[in-house]
């Protein structure tokens, strides 16, 4: 399946993580990463959801972080990249991690701190579905 997936990703301590150069305060709470996949969403989630990769994204080193976990993915199918457009719609309701994941765009960030349950209904809303993993 093509399309866009959004993982709501759970920190349960503060730290500090050096990423391309810029040392990134992560803080306690709920974040989203909004991604696509224009071969396979199935096969870039497998890569997410492992611990130990060789690092290629920035998503790469916050997930293999000890205190950081993913707790849900929604997916929707799509045949164009709208990565971009639902992160403008998610930055309306959370603080961005500046520059995170969004280096090949003009995005703000792909990565944002939320709270959980305004940014599951704002999913649903869009045509995004839970992924069992």
């Known amino acids: 399946m093509k399309g ?4 709501i990703i759970k920190i349960s301590k503060p ?3 050096k990423i391309s150069n810029k040392t990134i305060n992560f803080k ?12 396979s969403i199935e096969k870039r989630i497998e890569r997410h ?6 690092k290629h994204w920035h998503i790469d080193y916050l ?6 976990k993913i707790e849900k993915i929604f997916i ?5 990249k709208e990565e971009c457009k639902i992160a403008r719609k998610i ?9 995170f994941g969004s280096s090949d765009c003009n995005c703000i960030s792909h990565l944002i701190k939320i709270n959980k349950n305004k940014i599951k ?6 045509g995004f579905s839970v992924f069992q993993f």
Do not use: M, Q, T, W
């Open 4 to 7: 866009s997936y959004c993982i």
């Open 15 to 17: 730290f500090y993580e």
């Open 28 to 39: 306690k709470g709920y974040y989203v990463y909004i991604g696509s996949a224009l071969n």
């Open 49 to 54: 959801l492992k611990r130990k990769k060789k």
């Open 63 to 68: 997930l293999e972080k000890r205190d950081v």
């Open 76 to 80: 929707k199918e799509s045949k164009k």
């Open 91 to 99: 930055l309306k309701f959370g603080e961005p991690i500046k520059n």
């Open 121 to 126: 209904n704002l999913l649903k809303k869009e």
